[in-house]
């Protein structure tokens, strides 16, 4: 089975300033979707970025991009010029293609801090 | 667009009971997705319904069911509570089942006393 892990339970940034979430995961597939979910204290999990396996080029959303590195199994988060209503945990996810009898398997997410 | 709604938003239940929970679906949208996320366990998947059908299913005893209905509207029950069985627990949807991406609702949160 395949395993998410966010090695940083909490991150803190100071306000506009960079800063990145690491997830790493295991699997034997070679095509597969990875994902950055964002869900903000007592509010709905929102989409921040998405990435497919098979695309070299590294997914930009804004402010938000991904380093996706297949090879090591590495897809990070970087948020740039960070604001206030970034606060929130966010977790990575990983699906296969064509769906998968886990649907998506989550981390544990990351508690990220911006500070004014 | 709408999103995916999700009722009731709150529920207190005692052990032993059972729970319906239900899940409206994005216009259009096909597959329906429910999740657990508990402060231990964090998000963990339950089951997968594309028309009519559950399609996948994770790791939960039988006390959880779900279906789906022919206008996607899903509901997903838990019978017997157990205390462990307080946590949010969240639909989403997407067109398909390919993988592709998951939109989420507020979530239902059951507290089990």
């Known amino acids: 089975a395949q395993t998410v892990t966010q090695s940083q339970p909490e991150m803190s940034v100071q306000e506009a300033e960079t800063v990145t979430l690491s997830c790493t995961y295991d699997t034997s597939e070679s095509d597969y979707y990875l994902f950055w979910y964002k869900q903000p204290p007592s509010r709905q999990m929102i989409l921040v970025i998405r990435q497919e396996a098979y695309k070299q080029q590294n997914a930009t959303e804004n402010r938000f991009s991904v380093n996706f590195q297949k090879a090591a199994k590495s897809f990070s988060l970087k948020i740039s010029d960070s604001q206030l209503g970034d606060a929130a945990m966010y977790f990575c996810a990983y699906r296969r293609v064509g769906g998968g009898a886990d649907g998506l398997t989550f981390g544990k997410g990351t508690h990220l801090i911006i500070q004014p | 667009k709408a999103g995916v709604t999700q009722t009731p938003r709150y529920l207190i239940k005692t052990r032993g009971q059972q729970v319906t929970l239900s899940c409206s679906p994005i216009?259009?949208?096909?597959?329906v997705s429910w999740y657990q996320q508990t402060p231990g366990q964090g998000l963990q998947f339950l089951f997968e319904?594309?028309?009519?059908?559950?399609?996948n299913k994770g790791n939960f005893p039988g006390r959880f069911s779900g279906r789906q209905f022919s206008n996607s509207r899903s509901e997903m029950n838990v019978s017997t509570l157990e205390l462990g069985d307080s946590a949010l627990y969240l639909c989403?949807?997407?067109?398909?089942?390919?993988?592709?991406?998951?939109?989420f609702g507020p979530g239902t949160r059951l507290l089990v006393l």
């Open positions: 989403a949807s997407s067109r398909s089942m390919a993988g592709e991406t998951q939109y």
């Open positions: 319904y594309f028309s009519e059908t559950q399609r």
């Open positions: 216009s259009g949208h096909r597959s």
